[in-house]
């Protein structure tokens, strides 16, 4: 199986950044696409960034221009890089992975991770 854990979210002002990481791990396994979701409270999850089959990666418009989403294949690992972060950026923010993982046979797999909070306030 695969398993997906976020880490890096925190306590920050207005104007500051943030870092956050997502580490897939498991067996035998091959990561299509990955992709960071974030809800805030009373709201529904929303697409942040998502990287797909080594493209681009592709950004929300509230978050283009502040928001830089790298993969490293080599660790299993994406990375969120958040700048100039401002209070409606509040919110847990949730990485999600899709793809294949070889069980007797390649059979795709889409995993999410447990959250991490991100809170930008003054």
């Known amino acids: 199986q695969v398993q997906v854990v976020e880490s890096g979210g925190g306590l920050v002002q207005p104007g500051e950044s943030l870092r956050l990481s997502c580490i897939i791990s498991?067996?035998?396994?091959?990561?299509?696409?990955m992709t960071w979701y974030r809800q805030a409270s009373g709201k529904q999850r929303e697409l942040v960034a998502s990287?797909?089959?080594?493209?681009?990666?592709q950004y929300a418009d509230s978050v283009r221009g502040r928001f830089t989403f790298s993969m490293d294949v080599g660790k299993n690992a994406g990375y969120l890089q958040m700048n100039s972060l401002q209070p409606e950026d509040t919110a847990v923010y949730y990485c999600?992975?899709?793809?294949?993982?070889?069980?007797?046979?390649?059979?795709?797999?889409?995993?999410w991770g447990q959250g991490t909070q991100v809170t930008v306030s003054s």
């Open positions: 990287i797909a089959n080594n493209n681009s990666p």
């Open positions: 999600h992975s899709q793809g294949h993982y070889a069980a007797g046979y390649f059979q795709p797999y889409t995993a």
């Open positions: 498991g067996t035998h396994f091959r990561i299509d696409a």
